[in-house]
DNA sequence: AATCTGCTCAACCGCACATAC
DNA sequence: GGTATGTGCGGTTGAGCAGAT
């Protein structure tokens, strides 16, 4: 089917906005508490623009939390970090850095940063090393790697749809106290179970990061908390009940081992529904830290290769 | 001074998804 | 279940500017 124009472009502006114009659709949203419906807003307010351009306008100009001027080293260090794990999604990016837009940081990516990467002889779409016959040097996949990237999109699709819900834009600041989970888990009993059961049978659920962005894939949201929180969940709820049947639909059942200390007493209400899903992703108190994308690999027992295949180490 | 070139960034476009009917 | 509509997202474009020639 066709989809309709968002508006009847007929007699509307395009091009750069007026200050006037600007100020037309603040007082507007101000004085309406809010922008309602961006296709009747243009009417509603006196503006000669489409919805849709009254909306980014908005959002990426006029909102009052806007942070203007140029990108701190944190802020682009973050933004090669978080472009590893999720790739060109430039709105979960956004949701991570305060004040920024996915345009702007869309923007920063394709004029700097992107050259910095090629510059360093690494490639701005995988983050691996580009070797001179033009191909790139893949680290062997390994599934635990991949699961934490998986798992930290998801958090951050989740984080992201629930500051946009909550029209808040306060992140929890960065700690350092967990900054090391994932390689606590890792190097963990746990762990172990989890390298085993994957070298097994979970060949169903192992999509690189990139799969993990689809909702209807295996990497969704619900799809991956079920399957990554059983070990996330273990290490960190202590004396709760066993339960097998939380699991990914597409999957097998998580080795007894793994559900050691996981709480599923609730898991059956749980396992289908992605808000629940989100909930026990949430509460998991690993809260924004991306630090251990930052943490010096040497200071873990941790082979380098799993953290360096997966670009988790910043080029700057 | 005129022209060219490269860069930046605001804005547009088309598609996908979610939701309502 | 099918269709219409609203919204969000990512890719791309082009005007404006600065520096080089």
Redesign the pocket.
């Known amino acids: ?1 066709g ?2 124009p ?1 508006c009847d472009k007929k007699g509307l502006k ?4 007026t200050p006037e114009e600007d100020q037309i659709l603040v007082d507007f949203i101000k004085k309406n508490g809010g922008h309602g ?3 009747s807003l243009p009417k509603l307010a006196g503006l000669l623009r489409c ?3 009254c ?3 908005w959002t ?2 006029l909102r009052p939390d806007i942070k203007r001027g140029p990108f701190t080293q944190e802020e682009e260090k973050l933004v090669i970090q978080l472009h590893g794990i999720l790739g ?5 990016i956004a949701s991570q850095l305060p004040g920024r837009t ?3 940081i ?3 990516w ?3 940063l992107k050259k910095r990467l090629m510059g360093m002889g690494l490639d701005p779409q995988t983050h691996e090393l580009i070797t001179s016959c033009s191909t790139t040097v893949k680290a062997p996949a390994s599934p635990i790697t991949r699961h934490m990237a998986q798992w930290e999109s998801a958090r951050l699709e989740a984080e ?1 749809r629930l500051s ?1 819900e909550s029209s808040l834009f306060n992140p929890i600041p960065l700690g350092k106290s967990d900054s090391d989970y994932f390689l606590r888990i890792w190097n963990s009993e746990i762990g172990e179970s989890f390298r085993k059961f994957n070298r097994e049978d979970k060949t169903a659920c192992q999509s690189p990061v990139s799969q993990a962005s ?3 894939k295996c990497g969704s949201i619900s799809a991956i908390t079920t399957e990554i929180s059983p070990i996330l969940l273990g290490s960190s709820i202590a004396g709760s009940n066993q339960n097998e049947d939380n699991e990914c639909k597409s999957c097998k059942s998580y080795p007894e081992e793994m559900m050691v200390g996981y709480d599923t007493s609730s898991s059956d209400e749980l396992e289908d529904s992605s808000d629940s899903a989100l909930q026990m992703l949430l509460d998991f108190p690993i809260n924004n830290d991306m630090s251990f994308l930052e943490e010096d690999i040497d200071k873990y027992s941790t082979p380098p290769a799993m953290l360096t295949e997966n670009s988790f180490i910043c080029p700057l």
């Open positions: 089917m989809r309709a968002c395009k091009g750069p906005w419906s961006w296709r919805g849709k351009s909306r980014l306008r990426n100009y060109n999604r430039w709105a979960t996915d345009n702007e869309k923007n920063l394709n004029t700097h992201a946009r689809s909702s209807t």
